[in-house]
């Protein structure tokens, strides 16, 4: 392996180290990965855009996308509210809400589908005010939006908190001794700071609402046409034994997060140079 | 520099002014900590005391013989060596990865480590999909598998190979920062004095990311105990013998027998809040370090 090395290291382990990082990534990452893309090259165009591109797969491809969306948009407003108050804010119990933060990272999307369903379904908690005035959660569009809100709610908190932590107050100092006041600071001052990381934490919170199934399955009820998500329908098809229709969605999915992850490390790259000048 | 200029300046403003400036009035700092606390109540504790109110309405009692069914135990058990066999295999891994990208220098380095993140940007449906397309009845290996007599879908190791997925860059990804900061500077000095490259390993780079090390298994771990996705894919779903936990309870609610989908659920949820006071922990003990 010596070729690899550009500089010379005289510490030890860098073939085997090297090596076996190689191999176990081909062996559970790459090589399944690439079957997908194998499978589907198998396909003619006709029957990739047939799998790809019919009714039922459009409206699936809008829940997901429009879910997302709105689920990862509340996650930025409400996260940085919480980030905020969670930095800046002395208050009781404030070590515990913080570690409460990272509930949907910690708890089994399964678990959150469950609970969720049981909370806003009819009898449940908040679904027995709600469902008499004609608002219905759960097996609708709204009771996939709160389970993709669920499940994205740390992201944005967890990328604005070290920003926050790290913000000078001379820059507030200094923007109140020229003569703003508290809400200029706030809006044309930290805001602008913000804006990098927060739309950062945005990306991740709607890559991963994309590919979410365990907690939304038991709160959408799964009706074609109106509350299927994507990755159901690759489920749905997979039990059909629709081998090549489900990894020809599965490929639409994967090309399409890859895209977001892109977009996510060039965010990335973008808010570290803000930063560290 | 800004420091510079807002000493200077604050000669010429008042010093309540300056505090009123850059200080929250007190209306401000209640309504905002008020809405926060609320939304987070609403959509993180809500859920959480739901599962434990569902598990035990109908007492304790029922709550208990829950978990003392046959299938019930059989999916502790896959559960448990799931993530016996996935969180060890990934912690090897994201010590090698760790160790050839923070020590040493070589081309295509960040391309490695943006593949050692993939896993986390694949739906978990996605990460149990491909498996059966490897090895599935009609996948690359499935004759060749039926020929010997072997079964990877709808059996424990496909199971295992889907948790090892979507668990693959948990260690890798706490590690590889934390030892790039480190540098191998205490590393080059243990190897001046004379000891060997396990040596170096076990009483050098070791005792320095213990934290970052155990930090990165508490959260693979949660989530091999956790994963639904992959897992329901590949497992075929029959009992008493390729259902873990997740499933257990996508099974049970299921059948309308929600004490014992939820009982199965609160023992996730025990184990979510364990993982987030362990994760706590190490975060303040890791703090503390770094100040001392």
Not at chain 1, 229 to 250: N, R, S, V, W
Request: charged share 15%; aromatic share 12%.
């Amino acid at each position: 392996m010596s070729f690899l090395r550009r500089e010379r290291s005289v510490l030890p382990g860098f073939g085997l180290s090297l090596g076996f990082t190689l191999f176990y990534l081909g062996l559970i990452v790459l090589i399944p990965l690439s079957a997908a893309f194998i499978k589907t090259a198998g396909m003619s165009w006709d029957e990739f855009v047939a799998a790809v591109w019919s009714p039922r797969v459009i409206a699936s491809y809008r829940l997901s996308f429009l879910a997302s969306f709105a689920a990862a948009s509340v996650n930025a407003v409400f996260g940085l509210l919480v980030a905020w108050v969670l930095v800046r804010y002395p208050f009781p119990g404030k070590r515990i809400v913080d570690a409460l933060v990272d509930l949907p990272f910690a708890l089994p999307t399964a678990v959150a589908g469950i609970a969720l369903s049981a909370i806003y379904s009819k009898n449940g908690w908040v679904g027995q005010w709600l469902e008499p005035h004609g608002l219905k959660i759960a097996y609708t569009e709204i009771g996939v939006f709160l389970a993709l809100t669920f499940i994205g709610l740390p992201f944005v908190v967890r990328t604005l908190q070290p920003v926050l932590e790290e913000l000078e107050p001379e820059l507030e100092e200094a923007s109140a001794s020229l003569g703003a006041n508290r809400w200029q600071t706030v809006t044309r001052v930290i805001l602008p700071e913000l804006l990098p990381p927060l739309i950062t934490g945005f990306a991740l919170a709607f890559a991963r609402a994309l590919g979410e199934y365990g907690s939304v399955v038991f709160i959408s009820g799964n009706m074609p046409m109106r509350t299927e998500i994507t990755p159901l329908l690759i489920i749905t098809k997979l039990e059909q034994y629709d081998y090549h229709g489900a990894t020809a969605l599965a490929v639409v999915m994967l090309v399409a997060s890859f895209c977001l992850l892109l977009v996510i490390n060039l965010l990335q790259k973008w808010s570290r140079r803000y930063y560290r000048v | 520099m800004a420091a510079a200029i807002s000493t200077t300046l604050s000669h010429h403003t008042s010093h309540a002014a300056v505090q009123r400036a850059t200080h929250d009035p007190r209306w401000v700092r209640w309504t905002l900590t008020t809405v926060a606390l609320l939304f987070l109540g609403c959509f993180l504790a809500l859920p959480l005391a739901a599962v434990f109110a569902e598990a035990l309405r109908r007492g304790f009692g029922a709550y208990f013989s829950a978990f003392a069914e046959s299938d019930a135990l059989a999916s502790i058990r896959l559960t448990l060596l799931a993530a016996a066999i996935s969180v060890p295999a990934n912690l090897g891994f994201g010590v090698a990865a760790a160790w050839c990208i923070a020590k040493f220098n070589f081309p295509g380095k960040s391309v490695l480590i943006t593949l050692i993140d993939l896993p986390f940007a694949v739906s978990p449906v996605i990460s149990g999909l491909i498996y059966v397309l490897v090895f599935g009845l009609q996948g690359w290996w499935g004759a060749w598998l039926i020929e010997h007599d072997l079964k990877v879908i709808f059996a424990v190791p496909g199971i295992v190979l889907a948790t090892t997925f979507v668990t693959f860059p948990f260690v890798a990804r706490e590690l590889i920062p934390l030892m790039q900061a480190q540098g191998s500077d205490e590393e080059l000095a243990a190897l001046t004095l004379g000891a060997n490259g396990w040596q170096i390993f076990w009483r050098v780079t070791v005792p320095n990311i213990k934290w970052g090390l155990l930090y990165g298994i508490i959260l693979c771990n949660a989530r091999a105990m956790g994963e639904f996705g992959a897992v329901s894919v590949v497992s075929g779903h029959i009992r008493g013998e390729t259902n873990t936990m997740p499933l257990q309870v996508e099974i049970l609610y299921n059948e309308y027998n929600f004490v014992g989908a939820f009982a199965v659920a609160s023992a996730l949820a025990l184990l979510a809040i364990v993982t987030l006071v362990l994760k706590a922990l190490v975060e303040w003990r890791h703090a503390q370090a770094r100040a001392s």
